[in-house]
């Protein structure tokens, strides 16, 4: 007789292994299924934001970070340093120590909440059963009330630049980069591309960053666009906009890169290429022909706003779904699916999704961009304050950037918060409870903030919407 479980999730990622959790909690019977292997041939639970995304690239932009404010900062602190070093082994040593850790910590929650934790691939049959092909041994089929398919994304591949492991890289490889490479291409300018550009940048390579938009960061707000900008020149970081690849030739010595723009062609020459343009959804042999669901035209598995697939009793949530594709938006979806199975009633609001951009100086927004809201046709008003003027950050010797708060001109209500400076991922989480909770400025206005804290900037920006900014001529 085959195995029955209340629910079977596909994919130990962060929005698998949440919605595992999360239904294990509600007394549920639980299997995870998850094939990751890592570059070292072991298995390990935690997806691509623990073993090759939001966790590895974090550990890389600390360490870079922490260097690049020894060489440039220390000095302003008065404080001085012998010679300074840098080993790109021990950073590594330390990267991978954090992701073994972090996926062994998952693989330890699996079992404290009683989910079986199943290594292999799963398919889905019809009639909600799961075809599971261990790593090793046979493959079974087991029976499942509910399932939530949580199978992620991969980096898309470029006819004219194929991933080689080696000379053209995807961003996985780009972080397992064992010295630094003197001269760098990126292409794409995205998230993915300026955090992996910084890392690298900030060790000692010579990037120049390909991007076939005309506009930098096309998906923020233009003020915060314009200041990263700035920013990421000062760095000295070469990001070449409305710039198309057309070719990548490898070769012993590196990588001979060509592109388009409007001046014409161009050529470049790179020790290594790494190709940063977006992620695919992954549903590679997930889902068997009579499954009842099929990929939409661009691969993605299609849910309704409750992650309900077309067929019932099967979810779909993470990269594998519309909308952004960020680990949190996954894990959201997961804690939703899994309550809604347990017959409670969840909901996800869309509409407050964070970004984060994990530069020098960080990037994070909530809700819409003053171009958005233009667009909308909805009165606004806007207020913004710089960190310039923030106590806290001249204290931090990081006065770049500005918060701007965007808010309806008749009710008030925040429509968007957006931020560029110092742990701007930490301080966004202010102003997502404010927008989830419906907070107008007033409320952020009326708030009190610990002083001097680089949160004030945010107090201040409220205030500046109604023109009363005190620390800082309005
Ligand atoms: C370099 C980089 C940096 C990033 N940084 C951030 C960040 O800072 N913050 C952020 O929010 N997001 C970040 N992301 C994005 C984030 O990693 C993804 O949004 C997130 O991992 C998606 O979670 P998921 O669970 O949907 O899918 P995944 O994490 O991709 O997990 C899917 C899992 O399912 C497994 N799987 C797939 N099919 C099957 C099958 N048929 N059988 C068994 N197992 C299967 C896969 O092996 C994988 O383990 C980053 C991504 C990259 C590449």
């Known amino acids: ?105 998952i693989a330890g929650l699996l079992k404290a909440n009683n989910i079986e934790g199943l290594v292999g691939h799963g398919r889905l049959l019809a009639g909600k059963k799961i075809e599971f092909t261990p790593v090793k041994g046979d493959a079974e089929v087991v029976d499942a009330d509910h399932v939530i398919l949580a199978s992620g994304s991969i980096p898309i591949e470029l006819s004219v630049a194929r991933y080689d492991g080696d000379k053209i890289v995807d961003s996985w490889d780009a972080l397992e980069f064992t010295a630094v490479p003197k001269r760098m291409g990126v292409v794409g300018a995205g998230v993915v591309g300026l955090e992996l550009g910084s890392i690298w940048a900030r060790l000692g390579a010579q990037v120049t960053v390909i991007e076939a938009m005309d506009d930098f960061l096309i998906m923020a707000d233009r003020d915060v666009a314009r200041t990263a900008a700035k920013e990421f020149k000062k760095q000295g970081l070469d990001i070449r906009l409305g710039a198309t690849l057309t070719s990548a030739e490898t070769s012993k010595k590196g990588v001979s890169v060509n592109y388009e723009d409007k001046k014409g062609t161009h050529s470049l020459e790179v020790d290594q290429l790494v190709v940063a343009v977006g992620r695919r959804p992954f549903t590679d042999s997930l889902l068997a022909e009579d499954s009842g669901i099929q990929p939409d035209d661009r691969g993605f598995i299609v849910v309704d706003d409750e992650c309900r697939t077309r067929v019932k009793g099967v979810f779909a949530i993470g990269d594998c779904v519309r909308g952004p594709m960020l680990a949190h938006k996954g894990s959201e979806e ?56 923030s106590g806290r950050a001249k204290a931090m010797e990081q006065t770049s950037g500005m918060v701007k708060i965007i808010a309806g001109a008749d009710d008030d209500e925040i429509l968007g918060v957006h931020i560029i400076g110092p742990m701007a991922g930490e301080l966004i989480a202010e102003a997502v409870l404010a927008m989830e909770f419906s907070a107008s400025t007033e409320d952020l206005q009326r708030t009190i903030h610990a002083h001097p804290s680089l949160a004030e900037a945010i107090h201040e920006a409220a205030l500046a919407v109604d023109k009363r900014a005190l620390n800082y001529i309005n």
């Open 334 to 389: 997961g804690v939703m699916a899994a309550d809604l199975i347990a017959g409670e009633i969840a909901e996800f609001n869309y509409d407050v999704v964070p970004s984060v951009i994990y530069t020098a100086p960080e990037i994070a927004w909530v809700g819409k961009t003053e171009e958005e809201v233009k667009k909308s046709g909805r009165p606004y008003k806007t207020g913004s304050f710089p960190f310039a003027a």
């Open 1 to 105: 007789m085959s195995r029955r479980f209340d629910v079977v999730v596909i994919g130990a990622g962060p929005a698998g292994y949440v919605a595992a959790i999360r239904a294990a909690q509600h007394g549920l019977s639980v299997a995870c299924i998850d094939e990751w292997q890592n570059k070292d041939g072991k298995n390990a639970f935690g997806g691509t934001c623990l073993n090759a995304g939001c966790i590895p690239s974090k550990a890389l932009l600390e360490s870079s970070e922490l260097f690049h404010r020894a060489q440039h900062e220390f000095k302003k602190h008065g404080i001085t340093i012998g010679d300074l070093g840098m080993d790109v082994t021990a950073m590594q040593k330390r990267r991978a120590s954090i992701v073994r850790q972090l996926t062994g910590g």
